[in-house]
T-cell receptor, first 112, second 111 residues
């Protein structure tokens, strides 16, 4: 079955690192994504990782993938108040139909 | 490219009225998706198209919901008649191959 799970809430102080975690159940996942949703806005693609990779770094963002444990994480270095948003983890399967399975989202609150 | 465009951004209507939501995908993308987001259910995939053809509409909640894609640059999601439980944010997304890009959404309120 397909299921993506995330913790619902994370609170950090400005300047600290944030780590948002996600677990998925389908080992057939080909791509795993992180989307960011600010209040009243749509989902913005942040980054993605192909399933044959362990890590991907993009400026302040680091994605780690542990395929054995089916665990995905997003680390945000030097977290800023503008990073406050809901972060969604999503997986796409090898079915070729391009449908994403989303987690419920993690609300990140960054305090000054 | 302007990204995925949705209109209207906000819609307030009364129960029983017809509502039409519109989407213009990113030029060149061959997949188009309609999602609904609520606090209770999160993001739900309603229907998606490939090359203007509906592929999977199993997420459409009821016969009151219908979606069309008459050409590669336009899609509509229609609710007739609308009910208060349809109140949600409706997103359109498009993709070329795997990565989906979302529009800003339409916030629908049915009174």
């Amino acid at each position: 079955g397909e299921d993506v799970e995330q913790s619902l809430f994370l609170s950090v102080r400005e300047g600290d690192s944030s780590v948002i975690n996600c677990t998925y159940t389908d080992s057939s996942s080909t791509y795993l994504y992180w989307y960011k949703q600010e209040p009243g806005a749509g989902l913005q693609l942040l980054t993605y990782i192909f399933s044959n990779m362990d890590m991907k770094q993009d400026q302040r963002l680091t994605v780690l993938l542990n395929k054995k444990d089916k665990h995905l994480s997003l680390r945000i270095a030097d977290t800023q108040t503008g990073d406050s948003a809901i972060y969604f983890c999503a997986e796409i399967l090898r079915s070729g139909y391009s449908t994403l399975t989303f987690g419920k989202g993690t609300m990140l609150l960054v305090s000054p | 490219d302007a990204g995925v465009i949705q209109s209207p951004r906000h819609e307030v209507t009364e129960m029983g009225q017809e509502v039409t939501l519109r989407c213009k995908p990113i030029s060149g993308h061959d997949y188009l998706f309609w999602y609904r987001q609520t606090m209770m259910r999160g993001l739900e995939l309603l229907i998606y198209f490939n090359n203007n053809v509906p592929i999977d509409d199993s997420g459409m909640p009821e016969d009151r919901f219908s979606a069309k894609m008459p050409n590669a640059s336009f899609s509509t999601l229609k609710i007739q008649p609308s009910e208060p439980r349809d109140s949600a944010v409706y997103f359109c997304a498009s993709s070329l191959k795997d990565t989906q890009y979302f529009g800003p959404g339409t916030r629908l309120t049915v009174l």
